[in-house]
C-alpha cells in the first residue's frame, strides 16, 4: 500500500486519545489509551510494519468522500460507486458512554450490495511488541505478549477469521444493511457494555449530542463560525479530560521535509502551547479547558524543586522525563527516519514560557474567574526567577539545536510576562515587589530597542547580533508591545513579507538561514505564522488584504477544515497533524480580522 498525503486523514477522538481515519477507509495512527501512549496503529509512520484498521470496498472504482456531521467530531467516510454506495462512521465514545477506551466503526450501505473487506491488524508498542489473536464467535481478542500492556478486543456483529494474528473478513452489505465493529482495550475476559446490541446506537446518539452541545456553547457568532467551530473542536480534541493538560498535536514522527531528519514528539504539554491554546478557547467562550490547565499547571509548580522554575514541557500525564529516542524499527512516514518518541527539548532553557503562560492566566483572571492565591505565589516566584534570569541565553521558541542564543522573542515573551504580572497585581490588589517589577519591564523594553533593532534591515531582527529575520516578531504588536501602526512595526512588517512571506505562507525564518539552527535539511511554511501575518495586516489597517490572505490560508486547509504544522510549497501538509499552533492563531485572527470588518461597516 502507498503513503496517503497526510491532508487525507480527519481526526476523532474521545479526550484522551485520538486517531487519524483516511479517506480510503484505513485508520493508520492510533495510540492507545492515552495520547501520548504506544501506537497500536502506526501504518502512519510504517506502510508495512505499522499496523493499521481498514474497511473498504473490495473492488477500486470508488470514489472517495470525507466530512464530519455537523458541529461534531464523528466523522463519516463516503465510498461513491456506480452499483453502490457504503459509509463508514467514526468515532470515539465520550462522557458517559465511555465506559473504557473504545473506537467505533460503523459500515453502511446506502446502496447495494456492495462487498467489502476488513481488516484489523495491530502492532503493540510502536510495533515492537508481538501478539496472539484468538477469535470466539463474534469476538476477536489481540493479546499482546507483554502483559502490561492492554489487550484489544474486537466486537463485531458479523464473523471475523484470524489471519497470522489479524482479523481479516470479506462480507457483503444489501441496500440499506449495516456493520458494527467494537475496538476496546480491555482488562478482563468480563462482559462489557459493548456488547450490548444497542451499545453502537447509544454510544453514537450521546457522542454527537456531547459534541454538539459543548460547540453550541461558542460565543462566535461572525462570519466564519462554521471554520472556527472545526479549529476549536480540533482544540478541544486535544485537550485531557482525565489531566487538564493539552497536547500540541495529534502525532509524532510525521516530518518537517520528506526524507528530512526534522522529526518529532508532539504529543505531549508545551507550557507555551498550552497557554496560548487555553487563551484561545476562553476568547471563544470555552472555560472548563481553561480550568482544568490552570488545575494542571498549579500541580506542576507544586513538583518544581525551584519555587516557580517550570520545565517547558511535559507529558500528558504531568511526568517531567521525556527522553528523547529513535524507533529504529519504523521506516518513517515515506522513508523520513529517524522516528523519534519523547523529546530531547523537554529539558531546554526557553525563556518565553512564562510570558505565554501569564498572557493565558490574564485573560482567565479577567474573563473566567479570579487566580488563587496560591496559584499567584507560584506566579510570584516565577515573575522573580524572570527578573533574575531574562539576560539569559537560550533555545528559543524554536527549541534550536546549534546552541543557545540572545533571541528577540524571549525577551519579547519576557516583558509580556512582567506586563500581565503587574496588571493581575494591580486588578487583584496581590501583594508584589511592582516596584522591581516595573523597573525590569521597563529595561528589557530598553533592551528590545537598543540591541534587536537592525538599521540596515530596518526591521527587528531574530538575535541580537544577526540580521536575520524571525516571523516570530509577529507577536510584538499582538501582545501588545508596540503599536500595531508605529513606523519601526510597519517597516518591520514590509522587510517580513518580503523575506519570509510566498502567497499567504509565511516561513518561520528564511529557508536560508535554517541551517543555523544546528540540523540538516529544510522545511515548510508555518502555519502559525501565516496566521500571525494576517491579524498584524488587519491591526496594521489592511484589512482588505488580511482578508485575502485570510481566506487564502482557508483554501490552504483539507477538506475537513484541518491543517499540520507546515505546508510545502504546493500546498501538501508536512509536520505533526492536527497542529493546535495552527488552529489556535486561525482562531485569534478571524476574531480580530472579523472585529476590524465589522467596525469599517459601522
Known amino acids: 500500500m502507498a503513503y496517503q498525503p497526510l491532508e487525507n486523514y480527519g481526526i476523532i477522538g474521545d479526550l484522551h486519545t485520538v486517531a487519524l481515519s483516511g479517506v480510503d477507509g484505513s485508520i493508520d495512527y492510533l495510540c492507545f489509551p492515552h495520547f501520548d501512549s504506544p501506537t497500536v496503529f502506526g501504518a502512519l509512520l510504517d506502510d508495512d510494519r505499522g499496523g493499521r484498521f481498514k474497511i473498504a470496498p473490495a473492488a477500486e472504482e470508488f470514489r472517495c468522500k470525507q466530512l464530519y456531521l455537523p458541529d461534531t467530531n464523528v466523522l463519516l467516510t463516503r465510498f461513491l460507486g456506480a452499483d453502490g454506495v457504503i459509509e463508514i462512521t467514526d468515532f470515539m465514545p465520550i462522557g458517559e458512554m465511555r465506559h473504557t477506551h473504545i473506537l467505533v466503526r460503523r459500515v453502511h450501505a446506502v446502496r447495494g450490495p456492495v462487498d467489502l473487506r476488513l481488516e484489523c491488524a495491530p502492532r503493540f508498542d510502536y510495533a515492537r511488541v508481538e501478539h496472539r489473536a484468538e477469535a470466539k464467535g463474534n469476538v476477536v481478542w489481540f493479546i499482546p505478549e507483554d502483559d502490561t500492556i492492554p489487550t484489544l478486543r474486537l466486537l463485531s456483529t458479523i464473523p471475523v477469521d484470524v489471519v497470522d494474528g489479524d482479523a481479516v473478513v470479506g462480507f457483503t452489505l444489501q441496500s440499506g444493511q449495516s456493520a458494527d465493529f467494537i475496538l476496546e482495550a480491555v482488562e478482563s475476559e468480563e462482559r462489557s457494555p459493548a456488547e450490548a446490541s444497542d451499545y453502537a446506537d447509544k454510544a453514537l446518539q450521546h457522542s454527537m449530542e456531547y459534541w454538539r452541545g459543548w460547540n453550541a456553547t461558542m460565543s462566535y457568532h461572525g462570519r466564519w463560525r462554521e471554520m472556527i467551530g472545526r479549529s476549536a473542536l480540533t482544540l478541544k480534541l486535544l485537550t485531557s479530560q482525565k489531566y487538564g493538560s493539552i497536547a500540541a498535536a495529534g502525532t509524532f514522527g510525521i516530518p518537517e521535509e520528506i526524507?528530512?531528519?526534522?522529526?518529532?514528539?508532539?504529543?505531549?504539554?508545551?507550557?507555551?502551547?498550552?497557554?496560548?491554546?487555553?487563551?484561545?478557547?476562553?476568547?471563544?467562550?470555552?472555560?472548563?479547558?481553561?480550568?482544568?490547565?490552570?488545575?494542571?499547571?498549579?500541580?506542576?509548580?507544586?513538583?518544581?524543586?525551584?519555587?516557580?522554575?517550570?520545565?517547558?514541557?511535559?507529558?500528558?500525564?504531568?511526568?517531567?522525563?521525556?527522553?528523547?529516542?529513535?524507533?529504529?524499527?519504523?521506516?518513517?512516514?515515506?522513508?523520513?527516519?529517524?522516528?523519534?518518541?519523547?523529546?530531547g527539548a523537554y529539558n531546554q532553557t526557553q525563556l518565553d514560557i512564562y510570558g505565554e503562560l501569564l498572557y493565558a492566566i490574564n485573560i482567565y483572571d479577567e474573563l473566567v474567574e479570579p487566580i488563587s492565591f496560591g496559584l499567584w505565589k507560584d506566579l510570584s516566584a516565577a515573575i522573580g526567577w524572570v527578573c533574575d534570569h531574562w539576560r539569559d541565553t537560550d533555545e528559543?521558541?524554536?527549541?534550536?539545536?546549534?546552541?543557545?542564543?540572545?533571541?528577540?522573542?524571549?525577551?519579547?515573551?519576557?516583558?509580556?510576562?512582567?506586563?500581565?504580572?503587574i496588571r493581575i497585581a494591580q486588578r487583584r490588589s496581590f501583594p508584589a515587589p511592582l516596584t522591581r517589577w516595573i523597573q525590569v519591564r521597563d529595561d528589557i523594553h530598553d533592551e528590545i530597542y537598543a540591541g534587536f533593532w537592525s538599521e540596515q534591515k530596518q526591521a527587528f531582527v531574530q538575535s541580537k547580533?544577526?540580521?536575520?529575520?524571525?516571523?516570530?516578531?509577529?507577536?510584538?504588536?499582538?501582545?501588545?508591545?508596540?503599536?500595531?501602526?508605529?513606523?519601526?512595526?510597519?517597516?518591520?512588517?514590509?522587510?517580513?513579507?518580503?523575506?519570509?512571506?510566498?502567497?499567504?505562507?509565511?516561513?518561520?525564518?528564511?529557508?536560508?538561514?535554517?541551517?543555523s539552527d544546528g540540523l540538516e535539511g529544510a522545511e515548510g511554511t508555518f502555519g502559525i505564522c501565516s496566521f500571525w501575518f494576517v491579524e498584524c495586516l488587519a491591526r496594521s489597517g489592511q484589512v482588505d488584504k488580511a482578508r485575502l490572505f485570510f481566506e487564502k490560508l482557508h483554501g490552504y486547509a483539507n477538506h475537513l477544515g484541518l491543517y499540520a504544522e507546515e505546508l510545502d510549497p504546493s500546498g501538501r501538509f508536512l509536520g505533526n497533524y492536527p497542529q493546535a499552533f495552527t488552529h489556535l492563531a486561525l482562531v485569534n485572527s478571524a476574531l480580530y480580522l472579523d472585529e476590524a470588518l465589522d467596525r469599517r461597516q459601522a
Do not use: C
Not at 403 to 409: A, H, I, T, V
Open 396 to 421: 528559543g521558541i524554536w527549541e534550536v539545536r546549534g546552541g543557545q542564543r540572545e533571541f528577540l522573542y524571549s525577551r519579547l515573551t519576557d516583558w509580556v510576562a512582567l506586563d500581565r504580572a
Open 465 to 515: 547580533g544577526s540580521d536575520t529575520l524571525d516571523a516570530s516578531a509577529l507577536l510584538m504588536p499582538l501582545a501588545d508591545f508596540i503599536a500595531p501602526r508605529d513606523p519601526r512595526w510597519l517597516s518591520t512588517l514590509d522587510a517580513i513579507e518580503k523575506e519570509l512571506v510566498d502567497d499567504a505562507l509565511v516561513y518561520r525564518y528564511h529557508p536560508d538561514a535554517a541551517a
Open 259 to 343: 526524507g528530512g531528519e526534522r522529526n518529532w514528539d508532539y504529543r505531549f504539554t508545551w507550557v507555551r502551547d498550552a497557554s496560548f491554546t487555553a487563551a484561545s478557547l476562553m476568547r471563544l467562550g470555552f472555560t472548563e479547558e481553561a480550568r482544568g490547565f490552570m488545575d494542571w499547571i498549579e500541580q506542576r509548580f507544586d513538583e518544581s524543586d525551584t519555587p516557580g522554575k517550570l520545565q517547558i514541557m511535559y507529558g500528558i500525564d504531568g511526568r517531567h522525563d521525556l527522553t528523547e529516542e529513535t524507533l529504529d524499527n519504523l521506516s518513517g512516514y515515506r522513508d523520513s527516519a529517524p522516528v523519534r518518541i519523547g523529546n
